[in-house]
C-alpha cells in the first residue's frame, strides 16, 4: 500500500476528496436548492415523480462516490501509517462518521425505493410520507456528519 500511495498520492487523495465533494456538496445541493426549487411545482404528482428522479440520479453518482472514498481511505490509512499515533484517533472518528452516514443513506436508499413502489402504484400519499424523511432529517444529519469529516480530514492533511 505505501509504495501505490507514493507512486498515486495526488491522485488517491483528489479521488478521496472528489468523492466526498460529490456526496456531501451533491446532498447540499439537493437539499439547499432542489428540494426548495421542487415547492414551486404545485401537481403533486409531477413533484413526487421530479423528486424520485431527482434522487435517482444523485445515488448513480454517489454510491460509486462512496466506494471509492472507502477504497481511498483504506490505502491513506495504511500506507500513512496512523495506527498508533495520536492522529489515530482522529483517522478513527472520521471514518466512523462516514460509517454512520453511509448506514443513513442505505436508509434513505430503502426509503426512496419505497416510495418509487408506491408512486408506481398511485399511492400518492404514501410516496410523499416515505420521501419526507429524507428531505427533513436524514440529509441534514448527513450534511452536518459529511462537514464534520471533511473537517477532520483537512485537520489530518495538516499534522
Known amino acids: 500500500m505505501e509504495t501505490l500511495f507514493n507512486n498515486f498520492s495526488s491522485i488517491i487523495v483528489f479521488l478521496h476528496v ?26 403533486p404528482k409531477i413533484k413526487l415523480g421530479r423528486t424520485l428522479e431527482n434522487l435517482r ?6 454510491i460509486p462516490s462512496i466506494i ?8 491513506m490509512i495504511i500506507a500513512l501509517g496512523f495506527k498508533g499515533t ?3 484517533n482522529f483517522v478513527i472518528a472520521k471514518e466512523v462518521i462516514w460509517t454512520i452516514m453511509t448506514v443513513v443513506f442505505i436508509i434513505i436508499f430503502i426509503k426512496r425505493k419505497q416510495a418509487q413502489k408506491a408512486f ?16 427533513n432529517y436524514l440529509i441534514p444529519i448527513n450534511i452536518v456528519l459529511g462537514l464534520i469529516a471533511i473537517y477532520l480530514g483537512i485537520t489530518l492533511r495538516g499534522f
Open 18 to 43: 472528489l468523492s466526498a465533494v460529490i456526496w456531501v456538496g451533491g446532498m447540499i445541493a439537493i437539499r439547499l436548492a432542489v428540494h426548495y426549487s421542487m415547492q414551486e411545482i404545485d401537481d
Open 57 to 62: 440520479r444523485f445515488f448513480n453518482m454517489v
Open 68 to 75: 471509492l472514498l472507502l477504497l481511498t481511505a483504506i490505502i
Open 86 to 88: 495520536p492522529l489515530y
Open 120 to 135: 408506481d402504484e398511485g399511492q400518492f400519499p404514501v410516496a410523499k410520507a416515505k420521501l419526507t424523511p429524507i428531505a
